[in-house]
């Protein structure tokens, strides 16, 4: 995975992030997982919880569309979406990443989500306080 960072247009700092299709897929699930247990039966009445799931709900798509095409690819976040997928995937693994026995599939997807968290984590520190680039490139 590679990952970057660029200022737009209208001043937001935002993360790109170069996803392999494993990486891709294993997101996917990771944010699924989350959205089911943060949103899940609770009642959305407070509006920062609508905004949050519908911001959340629209990377897990753009996340589950890139697993389905089993090729990886850019994904571009905002902070709050960047904070959102890390919160999912460091979530999907303390929940899941258990001393019994797990399919090799899943014991793959933990790998996966593991090998993510730190530079995601790194990418996510940066992002506020990186300057204007002169250019945008992935490292």
Known sequence: MRTAWEQHFDREHRAAVDLAASEASALADAMSFY???RFLGSELELS?????LRCLTAVSERLTSLAAADLGGLLVLSEDELRGVREALCLYVAERDTESYQPPEERDRLRELR???EPLGDLLA???RAPVPATF???
Request: charge should be positive; proline fraction near 6%.
């Open 35 to 37: 959205l089911r247990r």
């Open 48 to 52: 920062a919880q609508a905004l949050a």
């Open 115 to 117: 090998g993510l968290n």
């Open 126 to 128: 940066q992002l506020p």
């Open 137 to 139: 490139a992935l490292r």
